[in-house]
């Protein structure tokens, strides 16, 4: 073959290739921006708001343990200090595996039911590293492990509040299984209903910024429920049952103030705008229930006590829960100074009135302050107060009668379903300890330990 053949078809089999692989590199041409749009289009987690909400979920840890424990620990007399720690310890331990195994599938698993989440997402089927959960910024996501753990630190510490409200009798093993029942039929539920997308009081536009109905007002009337149906203390009224140590009860208050802004802040579920609202609003209204509270008992006692700031702590703390992102700073003010004069009549007045024993004052402070911070949620969210606004064609009128339908619906919901499981653990176990135990105290009659020792 002579050379100018030999280039000749070179040639022609150069051009045919060209032809065909035209189509081809113009597909990839075309492909290569599509995939950009579209890795560009699915949204990636902000390591700032990762890190931050890592520290919320451990802040919310700390609030548990050892913040409520010891809060609680020292309200109650040291012959029963242990019991409450030990109580606290397990239920949050009890209530973490429930969790992961299906609670977070019952309150995010994203069914469509109002009511519950489902089932899809139980042992975390599909939670993975990799998969996202949205905030409430269009594009913005989180990874869906921190959300699920942010979310667990909640359910965790709800179940342990109530045993504040009959401590000093209740049987270790009672106190336990109730919490984790109750975890499964009460909180689960009611906070896919509250902070779900398709849960029903989410959708009619309830504001719970933090867990004003979902923790508190729920804590506060299972504690209620069970004061009443675990009974009074023996000796009530007669023994001198005052907190064993103040010094121990103003710790675990000053902790879970510091563990409420990981609560409070870390609701926004980003390190922005909204979460440093939430923290000044977490500051201030506590610190105005603090001074309400000693003001309150410097006219009615002439003394201010500790006890009485601790309580006004936690008063302002819980008040503030449902509002901290949505109320301006001098609106979380009024709400610290209303709650505690509130919260301080409940405890101080309606409780001897009608001779409830609520050891730590889980109603008088929980469910009271959940109940006022949750109306007035709907009050000081107006933007002419400060607040953030409301949603379109919603007024405060309207806001308000969404919020005490939420507040009714957790009540109802919460009183009738902790009503039954009390009875139920009292069929299977039974409740109280022998009064020969209550009288020895709980370290010794249920865990074979003592808080202190004589030297």
Known sequence: MSFSKLSSTLTRVGALSAALLAPAIAFAQDAAPAAAAAAAATPVPDKGDTAFMFISTIL?????????????????????????????????????????????????????????????????????????????????????????????TFAAITPALIIGAFAERIKFGAAVLFCALWATFVYFPIAHMVWDSNGMLFKMGALDFAGGTVVHINAGIAGFVGALMVGKRVGFGKDMMAPHSMTLTMVGASMLWVGWFGFNAGSNLEASGGAMLATVNTFVATAAAIISWSLVETFTRGKASMLGGASGMVAGLVA?????????????????????????????????????????????????????GALATGVFASASLGGVGYADGVTMGSQVVVQATAVITTILWCGIGSAILYKLVDVIIGLRVAPEAEREGLDLASHGEAAYHNS
């Open 320 to 372: 503030v829960t449902p509002a901290a992102g949505i109320v301006g700073p001098m609106g979380a003010i009024v709400l610290g100074l209303i709650v505690s004069p509130l919260c301080y009549f409940f405890v101080s007045v309606v409780k001897n009135k009608f001779g409830y024993d609520d050891t730590a004052d889980v109603f008088g402070v929980h469910c009271v302050g959940g109940i006022f």
């Open 60 to 152: 919310v840890l700390f609030m548990l343990v050892p913040g409520l424990a010891l809060f609680y620990g020292g309200l109650v007399r040291s012959k029963n200090m242990l019991s409450v720690l030990m109580q606290c310890t397990m239920i949050g331990a009890v209530v973490m595996i429930l969790w992961v195994l299906y609670g977070y599938s019952f309150a995010f698993g994203g069914g469509t039911s109002p009511y519950w989440g489902g089932t899809a997402k139980m042992f975390l089927s599909g939670v993975t590293p990799t998969s996202t959960a949205p905030t409430f910024s269009k594009g913005v996501v989180i990874p869906e492990l921190i959300f699920m753990l942010f979310q667990m």
